[in-house]
């Protein structure tokens, strides 16, 4: 993902003593140690400390793809372990001698796992941000089952460069004989990422094109929800499958209604299509203001509302909810499948 900085990570490196020992540049620090010689020393660990703190791009002793020195720039092709899985196509790695670094999957972008990040404008076609973060958060749990604690291989490629803005190492990065960047856009948790050149563009551009006529993954349009109804109070968001195991994360179904002018909802239900029924507590949403009816158990406070339901309410694959006033008239209503 391309919006945000990602999250700093602390890679299983060696621990900094056995990474000092075996580095000979360091070793040469540390001979024949004076009170100025130990300064030096004491300064120079302090420095691998924070930065092994900082995040998981840190490393000890020689640079690794896309640096600087020999063996390094943007050709080349090197084994690692992937430690950590941050999102669909983020991720961190540890290299052979313990160092750590940061994986951007090349060439692809999933989406974010916050409706912040997300925007039509990079998944032509689909307006919903919260479908997105539904599909963002899939990416990364498919991501993190693919890849978690396996070895792969990094590859780079010197149309994109060796590193984005952020730092992070661009790569394609293979499983056995897996392309996991083309099974993301052929699955649908990805689109291309066409800011960027790179070698194989082409190939991607004909995938997402495949995955976007089938309706794979994000792209199937019959499950990208819709919304209507012009009353005073109007569903604008519906997360209608939870990352995950729906019945492991009720609360993360959840359905978002807004208020177009103060309104006061004592006496309204919001109805799911199978019959299910939320009576609104009485408060007044002011106009502008959003509350979140979330499926599971809750204390209520804040913006969020509980259905207080012991399994999944709203449908996967196909379903429906309701808002009416306290006269039983639809007001708004949103469906998807």
């Known amino acids: 993902m391309h919006a945000l900085i990602k999250p700093p990570f602390s890679s299983p490196a060696l621990p900094v003593s056995r990474q000092v020992l075996h580095n000979p540049h360091i070793l040469r620090i540390t001979t024949g140690i004076g009170m100025q010689d130990r300064s030096v020393y004491c300064l120079f660990l302090l420095a691998v400390v924070l930065a092994a703190c900082a995040g998981c791009t840190a490393t000890v002793g020689d640079l690794h793809p896309g640096g600087d020195t020999p063996g390094g720039g943007c050709s080349f092709s090197t084994p690692a372990l992937v430690a950590r899985v941050i999102d669909g196509d983020t991720f961190c790695v540890t290299y052979r001698d313990g160092s750590g670094d940061t994986v951007r999957i090349l060439g692809i972008d999933t989406p974010e796992t916050n409706d912040r990040g997300n925007s039509e404008k990079n998944f032509a076609g689909v307006p919903d941000p919260s479908y997105l973060t539904a599909w963002g958060e899939r990416a990364s749990s498919f991501t993190r089952d693919l890849l978690l604690g396996k070895n792969v291989t990094l590859s780079g490629d010197c149309r994109a460069g060796s590193r984005d803005r952020y730092g992070r190492l661009l790569a394609y990065v293979t499983s056995g004989s897996t392309d996991i960047g083309s099974l ?45 109804g012009d009353g005073p109070v109007r569903i604008v968001s519906v997360q209608y499958d939870a990352p995950g195991d729906d019945r492991e994360d009720l609360n993360g179904e959840y359905v978002v209604i807004k208020a177009v002018e103060r309104t006061d909802l004592a006496g309204w239900t919001l109805e799911e299509g199978d019959g299910a029924r939320f009576h609104f507590p009485p408060l007044a949403l002011g106009a502008g203001e959003t509350l979140t009816i979330h499926a599971g158990v809750g204390i209520p406070g804040g913006d969020d509302l509980y259905w207080n339901q012991a399994s999944p309410v709203l449908g996967n694959s196909a379903d429906s909810v309701v808002l009416k006033d306290p006269d039983g008239k639809t007001v708004s209503s949103w469906s998807w499948g």
């Open 184 to 228: 993301l856009v052929r699955e649908g948790y990805a689109r291309v990422y066409t800011g960027e050149d790179f070698s194989r563009k082409q190939e991607y551009l004909a995938l997402q094109m495949e995955a976007q006529g089938s309706g794979a993954g994000l792209w199937n349009a019959a499950r990208v929800p819709g919304g209507s």
